[in-house]
């Protein structure tokens, strides 16, 4: 039997898992022009400047910000960027769960347990 501090922990550990991913997501939404697809290219392409240059180092900000802005909000591939969000980023946060916390989407019948 679980003790009631173990009982806590595992509430709260469900209950993150249920809405870190939400509010991340709306805290993009209202404060970023970014979903997390075009948070972690920016981020990732961040990573890569290969010069100490500062007008090198600026043209290649530039660059990063048009590519991730194509997959954030406005942009011309924010469907997949936000499919990306979505069922890649917030799937991989949940352990590859979905927001109701089965494996499958839970209109496709399936195999008991999978769909929750």
């Known amino acids: 039997m679980a003790t009631n501090m173990e009982w806590a922990k595992q ?3 469900e209950q993150y898992e249920n809405w870190m ?8 939404k209202y ?6 697809a ?3 290219t920016k981020e990732q392409l961040d990573k890569a400047k290969v010069t100490g240059v ?9 660059v ?6 194509q997959v954030g909000q406005g942009g011309l ?5 936000d499919l990306a969000s979505k069922e890649g980023v917030n799937r991989a946060e949940r352990g590859g769960k979905d ?16 769909t929750k």
């Open 21 to 28: 991913p939400w509010i991340e997501d709306t805290f993009l």
């Open 99 to 114: 927001e109701k916390g089965g494996f499958l989407p839970t209109g496709v019948p399936g195999i008991p347990g999978l």
């Open 11 to 13: 509430k709260y550990n």
């Open 38 to 40: 075009s948070y972690s």
């Open 54 to 62: 500062d007008q090198i180092d600026t043209l290649q900000d530039g």
């Open 64 to 69: 990063h910000g048009v590519v991730a802005g």
């Open 31 to 36: 404060f970023t022009k970014d979903n997390k």
């Open 77 to 81: 591939l924010q469907p997949v960027g």
